[in-house]
Structure formats: C-alpha cells, structure tokens
C-alpha cells in the first residue's frame, strides 16, 4: 500500500496491469506487477511539467484522489 501523502507529485512507473471495469475502468495488478516511484527517466523533469500543465493547477489539486483511467486517456 501507498500512502496518499507519499505520492502528491511523483511519476510512476506501472508494469504488467490488467484494465478492467466494475462500476468504472480500473487498473489490477498481476503476480508481475511492478511500481516505481521517480523512475530513472531521461529528462523525468520535462514530462512531469507536461502532465502539470495539462490541468489547471485548481482542478488538480481537487482531483488528486480521484481519477479515472478513462478521463486520464482525455487528457
């Protein structure tokens, strides 16, 4: 488990999921599933500021707990 508190403004890195739908589409992991927080990304900085302008900084921080893959896949 992840704290909330522990991943306000971290990239993650998600590896063998299943997209699956009860209610709302969802992520589930496998046996292979693997996280990793600030991945060793090439120029990390520059996609973390993309994702950040894609959302007024007001609409996010309302949606911080709450987003859906399928309104991820709007933006």
Partial sequence: MIE???IIGKVFA????MVTY???LQLESTT?????INPPILDL???MNKF???VPL???C???YHITIAELLLN
């Avoid at 292979?32 to 990793?36: E, K, M």
């Fill in 58 to 60: 007001t609409e996010q």
């Fill in 62 to 64: 309302a949606s911080l």
């Fill in 45 to 47: 900085q520059t996609y």
């Fill in 4 to 6: 909330t508190e522990d």
């Fill in 32 to 36: 292979s599933t693997t996280i990793v």
């Fill in 14 to 17: 998600i590896t063998a999921t």
């Fill in 52 to 54: 950040q302008e894609l």
């Fill in 22 to 24: 009860f209610k709302k």
